[in-house]
C-alpha cells in the first residue's frame, strides 16, 4: 500500500496533516458505521442518527475511495447500489477511533447511545490492543465473507 500524497512542502505536524486529511466530522463518522456493518448510501443516510445531508455524504464518499480509505463493490442483483467496505488502510484507522471514544467516555458528560454502552463495556473488560484488535479482525473477516477482499 502506497502512502497518501500530501502536497504542503513545509514542515509540518502530523495531527495537522491528519486533521487536513480526516478531521472534519463526517469522514469518521463514515467509518465507524462501516465497522457497524452499513454499507450503501442508504443506510449511511438514513439509519446514522447524526443526520448528514446527502450532497455531503456524497463529497464524503469520493474522498474516502480517493484516500483508499473505501471502496465499493456493485450490488449483482442491482448494479445502480454500491457496496462500500473498508479497505486496509481504513481499517487502521480503527486505533483512532478507540482514542476518541475512550477519551470521549472519560472526559465528557453526555447520553450514551446502545453502541456507546456496548462498547464501553466490552472494553473495561479488556485491553486497548485486544479491543483493537477485535474490531480489526472481526471487520477483516467481515470484508472477506461479504465483499471477497
Known amino acids: 500500500m502506497h502512502k497518501i500524497k500530501y ?3 513545509e514542515s509540518i505536524c502530523a495531527c495537522k ?18 465497522f457497524r456493518e452499513k454499507f450503501t448510501f442508504s443506510e449511511f443516510l438514513n439509519e446514522s442518527n447524526e443526520g448528514i445531508s446527502s450532497s455531503i455524504l456524497v463529497d464524503r ?23 462500500y467496505y ?3 488502510r481504513g ?7 478507540y482514542e ?26 479488556n485491553s486497548k490492543e485486544q ?3 477485535h474490531y480489526q479482525s472481526s471487520y477483516r ?3 472477506l465473507k461479504r465483499f471477497n477482499h
Open 86 to 88: 473498508l479497505t486496509d
Open 61 to 83: 464518499l469520493k474522498k474516502l475511495i480517493s484516500l483508499e480509505i473505501i471502496d465499493f463493490i456493485r450490488e449483482p442483483e442491482n448494479k445502480k447500489i454500491k457496496k
Open 17 to 34: 496533516v491528519f486533521l487536513d486529511i480526516l478531521g472534519e466530522k463526517w469522514s469518521l463518522i463514515i467509518v465507524r458505521d462501516i
Open 141 to 143: 473477516k467481515l470484508r
Open 100 to 125: 476518541l471514544q475512550l477519551w470521549t467516555i472519560n472526559n465528557v458528560d453526555f447520553n450514551h447511545s446502545p453502541n456507546t454502552t456496548n462498547w464501553k463495556n466490552f472494553s473495561s473488560l
Open 7 to 9: 502536497d504542503k512542502k
Open 131 to 133: 479491543v483493537i484488535s
Open 91 to 97: 481499517i487502521d484507522l480503527y486505533g483512532v477511533i
